[in-house]
């Protein structure tokens, strides 16, 4: 059998002269490809001697660092499951995803070491290992004694790579399984598809424990031996200073907007450019026509997920344009209504899909799973799509009760279950309000039950604060006597929306 392990595809895409510079960065140490190499088969040969064997799940919740994209190369590398988990999340939260993942390992920052590591005995992890973001920590340290060599390990096209959890619409997230022809096929297709050539470099600023920063962007630069610039956060000075010495940039649309707000994004700034890529939520079309006014650059806006990576994308050749997400990649799409039956051009319906890069399941959920894809295979996404006379996709809303909020996912059920949880509340009902900044800003309604005198916005807040991430949290809350309803008793969260959008 041949081997479909991911590693296998980066390492014969890696420069015949390996000491060519793979990541560097002003905050950084510079890495060979060599280096990546020899320190990824030492990480791995430590999480095989940790007890981690082909299959099982390695749980990591670090800050971005080199090292971080080496330990996710090393499981690869040993056959083992990858599982990023944002850095924002609080103790409620991973207890849930060791809980329902069950990893072998997890490697965590040395500073929440002791939290992680009560959480860990509680769930069944065996083994927790440290890194923290300057690359240091017991993962690097034992690493460092083990051999540079490793035989990459024999996995299948439908062998598990990675378990990304995605917020639910229940409240509970849900492990989307990605397996190696999954990520292996999606970044082939937009390796082709945004022309990557000889000599580019990619300026790195997004996180890498979600789609975009990890299999996105750096899938691409691996299959091209291309350099990083990697920044370990985004600073719009940063960028800009960077910029001259790379050639593509991926970002959310929020890093346009602050790219924007600097007297030095010009032409001139951009003058080594090739390619800039938006995702992750919507680009306003004030946001696409100022960047071009300003640059000379078309951002080019594609539309993906976590469930299958990169779905649609426009043309690098030819026209990008302004609210639309073009055209598919390698995937056979239909737009279709509720009941399933294909809607014709132009009418709006729930955009399915069915190709490679789709995802194995959900993890653990066997009944999820079948809801979600058609008796013919196709995944339904979910969100609303309407494909216009010019060929070109418009996603148009989501079906699904998504917030997106600086490019995150926020699924308003899992914030209202944890509000409704909180004493004083007899219910709540969470919806998103536009945002110059974020996209969009998470906004609670919460209907007081009368055992708790004087219920007040700021206790609902620091409530909240205690359980989830911050940028679950919202923004603003309203304390209300009763949530509206429609005849069946649902709540009617387009009054909600229009509330909360005249109070901006």
Known sequence: MQNKNLYDLFDARFPEDRTQTAFEGPEIATYSFSDISEASAQMAHLLCASGAEPGDRVAVQVAKSVEAVILYLACLRAGLVYLPLNTAYKAAEIEYFLGDATPAIVVCDPASLQEIAGIAEKTGVAKVLTLDGEGRGSLTDHAKKQDTSFETV????DDLAAILYTSGTTGRSKGAMLTHDNLASNALSLHRAWHFEKG??????????HVHGLFVALHCALLNASKVIFLTKFDAETVLDNLPQSTVFMGVPTFYVRLLAEPGLTKEACRNMRLFTAGSAPLLEETFTA??????????????????????TNPYEGARKAGTVGFPLDNDVRIAGEDGKIVKDGEIGILEIKGPNVFKGYWQMPEKTAAEFRPDGYFITGDMCRKGEDGYYRIVGRSKDLIISG??????????????????????????????????AVVAFVVPDGTVKSLKPADVTAFIKEKLSNFKVPKQVYIVDDLPRNTMGKVQKNQLRDRAMADT
């Open 154 to 157: 024999a996995r299948g096209a």
């Open 200 to 209: 580019d470099v990619l300026l790195h600023a997004l996180p890498i424990f």
């Open 291 to 312: 960047f071009e006014t300003r640059t000379g650059h078309v951002i080019l806006e594609r539309y993906g997920m976590t469930e299958a990576g990169m779905i649609t």
């Open 407 to 440: 490019g995150y996912n926020v699924y308003p059920k899992e914030i209202e279950s944890f509000i409704d949880e909180m004493p004083g509340v007899a219910e709540s009902a969470v919806v998103g309000r536009a945002h110059p900044d974020f996209g969009e």
